[in-house]
């Protein structure tokens, strides 16, 4: 199929790193289209996705453009998948297996998202088109064929237990969400019927989605009031937002109590410096997914049989398309 993927996550990476190179993967895609097809960043991983005859010059050219971005060794921290692989990879990512909220859903948007980007800025190649809508289909057979698993660990039910740890009792807990993301709308979601205090919005967008007007006990808080987000007890940071939201010279000065700060942005928005204040605890992303992971564990004697259940899927998939003609516009 002549397809391939680069990336790198937080399996391969530290946040740091993963940082850097994703300022780069935008950089360099913006550049290099239709060179490269789609460009997919979320809090975990980004990934470059690409058709190419020839396979092994994009991977040397590849590697020559973010050379000429980062000046540290970025390849060992890399992924790469070609053909088959790359058709599998992107597969397991859709269907929620290479997350690490273990079968979480939002990853399948963020994918839809953003391939419907890419798709309506330049002309994809069809073994793109057809890479993209085939693994779609597939995650969504995996989906529909996983048993009910009973207490697997989520982002949210994680976020909960660290409240309740972090703050006791959490009766009358106010929570902060800066950004209207996808991932702010699910744990948004999962708090607001178990509100027991102050729930609000932060958003350079406004108060307008139709997820949010149904939520009548959300306060919408405005941006310009930023610098007075110290009144809440916690602050998540899930934002597209280039820059830090919150900064060190703004809590400088001022007693605080217990406030607790979670950064779930890749870039990071909220300033890592915060972290040698004795009263804030902040943690980004990569100590969240620590805390996940080690709820992880049950789950992953179902990988063993989704993973080969995604292959002989795959697999079908790529013989269709070997005997079939593929259109030109990526219609199937």
Known sequence: MNIGIVGMSAKTSCLELR??????????????????????????????????????????????????CLADTFEPHLYWHFNQDCFVHLARVASGLDSIVLLETEIQGQIKKAYSVAAQTAL????????????????????????????????????????????????????????????????LSYFYPKRRGRLALCSRSGFSDSLFKSLSHVEFFPWEKRKEWKQFDVVISATDYSGFVICAEEMSGEEMQNLLLIDLSVPRTIDPSLKTNPDILLLNMQEIEKLIETKRIAFLKYLEHFEKK????????????????????GIY
């Open 19 to 68: 940082e850097r190179w994703t300022k780069a993967a935008q950089y360099v895609f913006s550049k290099e289209q239709p060179l490269l097809s789609v460009l997919l960043t979320t809090c975990h991983r980004t990934e470059i996705y690409f058709a190419h005859p020839d396979l092994h010059w994009i991977r040397k050219r590849i590697c020559a453009l973010f050379s000429a």
């Open 124 to 187: 994809l190649p069809s073994a793109i088109h057809f890479l993209f809508q085939k693994a779609f289909k597939i995650a969504k057979e995996i989906r529909r064929s996983v048993p009910p698993l009973e207490g697997k660990p989520s982002l949210e039910e994680t976020l909960l237990s660290l409240f309740t740890f972090f703050f006791h009792p959490i009766d009358n807990l106010s929570i902060l969400f800066v950004g209207n993301s996808l991932v702010n709308r699910k744990i």
């Open 310 to 329: 995604i292959r002989q899927l795959v697999q079908r998939q790529i013989e269709i398309y070997t005997d079939k003609r593929i259109t030109p516009c």
